[in-house]
């Protein structure tokens, strides 16, 4: 038992918290659109609100995506926003069910990315906030909009800053979600580790200038926090482009 938790730590120790996290994070957005290609194969629910081009040209236009790309987001939406209430709207319970395949489950991840989604603090996410959520994983987003939401995933209280304690809750979702069972010592040690290369100022919590200053200093920490295929994702996804009713 001791050599098997041993070479856990070993194996875990490779990793940084912070990469750790960004990869749990990254694969739950992938799971999201992957897991929901296989929907437009089914009969489409008439949609609740209609989006007219001038719409899909507005909500383009303050993000990265081009307007069929929007238009795609729209078809994914429809399908994640009318698994259990089809009023238009992406409740966490059914983001819960895209994610976990139940909606009953509590799961602190799929917590904080609602929380983030949700950027009009409604319960529900809209099919703008979706978008523009989504865009900041986009490959020409500037690095700013990239460190800004990685540090608000941390700040799990909205703060304003990273204390001990939320470290702490993450590193124990990322050890859950990977069924590693580690010590309260080396817990400890790698939250020590964090503080002690993070918090410049000393004083147990990690604002967003130590924040961006340790990123700029470790800039692997945001290599998940891109997704390559949201570059072109009518190409990237074949499936959307026979819904594809605008032209760019």
């Not at 730590?9 to 912070?18: E, I, L, N, V, W």
């Not at 995506?65 to 009318?82: C, M, Q, R, T």
């Not at 983030?116 to 900041?136: P, Q, T, Y």
């Not at 700013?144 to 204390?163: C, M, N, P, S, V």
Request: proline share 3%; aromatic share 12%.
């Amino acid at each position: 038992m001791d050599s098997t938790r041993s070479s856990l730590d070993k194996r875990s120790s490779y990793f940084t918290p912070s990469e750790k996290l960004c990869a749990v994070f990254k694969a739950i957005i992938e799971t999201v659109i992957f897991s929901f290609l296989g929907c437009f194969n089914f009969h489409r629910l008439p949609p609740k609100h209609h989006y007219s081009f001038n719409d899909l040209n507005r909500i383009a236009s303050t993000t990265l995506f081009s307007v069929n790309e929007v238009e795609a987001l729209l078809d994914l939406f429809k399908k994640l926003s009318s698994s259990i209430v089809d009023d238009g709207l992406l409740h966490k319970e059914e983001l819960q069910l895209a994610l976990l395949r139940t909606a009953s489950s509590r799961n602190l991840f799929l917590d904080r990315i609602f929380d983030l989604f949700d950027e009009k603090k409604k319960g529900a996410i809209e099919f703008e906030d979706f978008v523009h959520s989504l865009n900041v994983f986009h490959p020409r987003a500037s690095l700013e909009d990239k460190i800004d939401f990685a540090f608000r995933l941390y700040d799990l209280k909205e703060t304003g800053y990273i204390g001990r304690e939320e470290v702490r809750q993450m590193l124990n979702a990322i050890f859950l979600e990977s069924d590693l069972q580690l010590s309260e010592q080396y817990l400890e040690a790698i939250i020590d580790k964090t503080f002690a290369d993070a918090d410049a100022d000393n004083d147990g919590q990690i604002n967003k200038d130590e924040w961006k200053a340790f990123v700029v200093q470790n800039p692997t920490l945001l290599k998940h926090m891109t997704l390559p295929y949201l570059m072109d994702i009518t190409t990237a996804f074949p499936s959307f482009i026979f819904n594809t009713e605008v032209d760019d």
